[in-house]
T-cell receptor, first 114, second 115 residues
């Protein structure tokens, strides 16, 4: 595997379910990100991790819970979601968290909340 | 606060024609600017970035962008469109206030290429 991978690619869940999204980067990067991409809206940064420590939580509801067990893996745990949470969730990684560091994106998980 | 605005949510060009996708930014500090492309069912891929070196930045797939401070613009161009260029394009500015690597994205522009 190369680059940034995300699983599953598609997920359908009910509002009472608990599920997790997984992201893995094979680039040796130190920073990882979760973004939300909704129709008709700009990409929104959700969380940033640097060296497994959360450095940014962009006012995300507590029904989204990130976890970064090591610098290669990032999870997004989901529970009690709402239909408006349906979106494409993108993971990204970068060497550092500097303003000029290039972020490399995974293909995303398309989430549908019924 | 920093922001970007992409003018035109949809742009349609003929194959072989010039591609021009517009991006204007707002920033109180010298900005770092990015263009990303997203093909259907894929993540975002970096086309090019401006980090205060040369104002004309060349990227992948024949794209380039010119940073114009006087116009607060960073428009993306390609001399001759190819069918494979059909995708969604995002302009972004790096949020330098918190040193978290945060990118602020525009709304995106969908490029359609007609044969």
């Amino acid at each position: 595997e190369t680059g940034v991978t995300q699983t599953p690619r598609h997920l359908v869940m009910g509002m009472t379910n608990k599920k997790s999204l997984k992201c893995e980067q094979h680039l040796g990067h130190n920073a990882m990100y979760w973004y939300k991409q909704s129709a008709k809206k700009p990409l929104e940064l959700m969380f940033v991790y640097s060296l497994e420590e959360r450095v940014e939580n962009n006012s995300v509801p507590s029904r989204f819970s990130p976890e970064c067990p090591n610098s290669s893996h990032l999870f997004l745990h989901l529970h009690t979601l709402q239909p408006e949470d349906s979106a494409l969730y993108l993971c990204a990684s970068s060497w550092g968290q500097g303003s000029t560091d290039t972020q490399y994106f995974g293909p995303g998980t398309r989430l549908t909340v019924l | 606060a920093q922001s970007v605005t992409q003018l035109g949510s949809h742009v349609s060009v003929s194959e072989g024609a010039l591609v021009l996708l517009r991006c204007n930014y707002s920033s109180s500090v010298p900005p770092y600017l990015f263009w990303y492309v997203q093909y259907p069912n894929q993540g975002l891929q970096l086309l090019l970035k401006y980090t205060s070196a040369a104002t004309l930045v060349k990227g992948i797939n024949g794209f380039e962008a010119e940073f114009k401070k006087s116009e607060t613009s960073f428009h993306l161009t390609k001399p001759s469109a190819h069918m494979s260029d059909a995708a969604e394009y995002f302009c972004a500015v790096s949020d330098q206030s918190g040193n978290t690597g945060k990118l602020i994205f525009g709304q995106g522009t969908t490029l359609q290429v007609k044969p």
